[in-house]
């Protein structure tokens, strides 16, 4: 697996070849594609402190208010490569990469992971490169919330998520009983 983040992502996705994808293979036309169109133009994000709002546009990664520094995310920039060796996950990541460079984006080399999903032998070298730059190799790496582990075992995954249910009860029984 190849945990790949795109850099800068929302500031650089070409708008115009999403719409381009959505008509031409989903067939989304018409009153429908404007909806969508306009979900992202002019898009900003509030952020509500003390409640204060404050707008952060389109392209800044980061604003201030007050004594408070806001990080925004704006976009989902997180792909997960997959293939069954390392010679061809390495195929996957540069045809991946060029594509994106096409596309004017670039992958984030010191924010991508590789993992080698290595159940019977524990260490396998999985060492994936892009533009020259050896990935990161990691045993664990938590991806849309969800904890993968190079073993394939998800028992971390139930103990951490136990253990963040359990914070959550102990807070709310903290607040309810004092």
């Not at 594509?99 to 994936?128: D, F, N, Q, W, Y």
């Amino acid at each position: 697996m190849c945990f790949v983040d795109l850099e800068k992502a929302f500031d650089r996705v070409p708008r115009g070849i999403l719409w381009g994808v959505l008509r031409r293979e989903y067939g989304v036309r018409g009153p429908l594609l404007r909806a969508v169109r306009s979900l992202y133009d002019r898009s900003r994000s509030l952020v509500r402190i003390a409640g204060r709002f404050l707008g952060v546009a389109r392209g800044r990664r980061e604003s201030r208010f007050g004594n408070h520094r806001i990080s925004s995310l704006l976009f989902a920039d997180d792909v997960v490569l997959l293939a069954s060796s390392s010679q061809d996950l390495q195929h996957v990541l540069e045809r991946f990469a060029a594509e994106c460079e096409a596309a004017g984006m670039r992958i984030s080399t010191s924010k991508s992971e590789a993992m080698h999903g290595s159940r019977p032998e524990k260490g396998v070298a999985c060492p994936l490169q892009v533009g020259g730059e050896v990935l990161p190799q990691v045993e664990e790496f938590k991806y849309l919330g969800v904890l993968f582990t190079s073993e394939g075992k998800i028992e971390r995954e139930i103990d951490r998520r136990i253990g963040a249910a359990s914070a959550v009860m102990r807070s709310v029984y903290r607040t309810v009983v004092q």
